[in-house]
């Protein structure tokens, strides 16, 4: 599924460290299935103990006053800019209504003393659909708390946003992956995703395997597939690592690094705009299931803020790094 917030980072992602940390409810379907990174699925003839499997979040029937809800650690505190509410396969089961609240709670989880924030009013739902809502808000918030009333199942909960980074806490001498999602880094747009999403690209560690990781159809037609990406900061990028971890039959041939410093335009148009920006790192060959480090190769064009990166012709990688410094202010 395409999503409006495809430019932003789901704070909600196990993959990057979001936690269900309590649900009033989950008798059957586990709390921590809400925030899958992988898409929800149904399966006909699978039943555990409690009934019939399902691939989400889902409480039992209320029998009394109130309602369910989950609480969501983000896996980095930021701002949020979008929600999904996701009832993929839930039909016959699923909650009349939803709300979302959201929390700052940086050294440690929520207590009953903790003050939480409205972010999104009681919305109706409807069974087997996405539910993309728009979030106003320019706090910073580690906790979200989804409340489903009174009660049933959420195949998924999306959290949309970007992660909040102390840039003023890095010392302008300090090497760091300006790239990185957890200093704000952010995949933008592709050529194409049909097998692995832009945005994992930019998660931490290595990939676990081919689905964790960008990659592309088999091309065609002429030309080649790329992906953008905007830094969490402007800067100057000396080292450039592309992992092809797990592509073994299907790593690009080769690949290059288009960069710019970008002033004004919007996310959705940068693509343009990257026609024409100058080579940061020339055509380098790439080998399957190996990390490939660039630092002689890379030309010195100066503080930039977004990199288009090109494959020949297509395929897969797993993560690029992009090494550098901040550009001071």
């Not at 800019?81 to 993929?88: E, F, Q, V």
């Not at 003393?113 to 910073?140: R, Y």
């Not at 100066?302 to 790094?321: A, E």
Request: glycine letters at 10%; hydrophobic letters at 35%; aromatic letters at 10%.
């Amino acid at each position: 599924m395409t999503t409006t917030f495809e430019q932003y980072v789901n704070l909600a992602d196990e993959k990057i460290g979001a936690v269900a940390i309590y649900a009033t409810d989950d008798f059957f379907a586990d709390k921590s299935r809400l925030i899958s990174s992988a898409q929800p699925v149904f399966k006909e003839d699978l039943y555990d103990d409690n009934g019939k499997w399902m691939d989400g979040w889902e409480s039992r029937r209320k029998r009394e006053e109130g309602y369910d809800y989950c609480i969501v650690r983000l896996g980095f505190a930021g701002t949020i800019k979008g929600l999904d509410i996701d009832t993929s396969f839930f039909t016959g089961n699923y909650p009349p209504s939803a709300s979302v609240d959201a929390c700052y709670s940086l050294d440690g989880d929520p207590t009953e003393a903790t003050e939480w924030q409205e972010i999104l009013p009681s919305q109706s739902l409807q069974g087997d659909s996405h539910h993309e809502h728009t979030v106003d808000n320019e706090q910073v918030f580690t906790h979200v708390r989804l409340n489903i009333y009174p009660d049933g199942g959420v195949a998924r909960l999306r959290v949309y946003g970007l992660p909040s980074v102390d840039w003023d806490k890095t010392a302008a001498d300090v090497e760091v992956d300006l790239a990185a999602l957890e200093n704000g880094g952010r995949a933008l747009a592709c050529s194409d995703e049909h097998f692995g999403k832009k945005a994992n690209i930019l998660r931490p560690g290595r990939g676990e395997n081919m689905g964790d990781g960008w990659e592309t159809a088999r091309r065609r037609t002429p030309g080649n597939d790329w992906v953008i990406v905007a830094l969490g900061h402007p800067g100057t990028v000396n080292k450039v690592a592309v992992d092809t971890a797990h592509f073994k039959g299907n790593f690009p041939d080769s690949c290059s690094i288009q960069a710019a410093y970008v002033q004004g335009g919007t996310d959705d148009q940068v693509a343009t705009q990257s026609l024409f920006w100058r080579e940061l790192l020339p055509s380098q060959k790439l080998a399957a299931d190996s990390i490939h480090e660039f630092s002689d190769q890379v030309n010195d064009i100066g503080p930039i803020t977004h990199v288009r990166l090109n494959i020949f012709p297509d395929g897969g990688i797993s993560r690029l790094r992009l090494f550098g410094f901040k550009q001071q202010a």
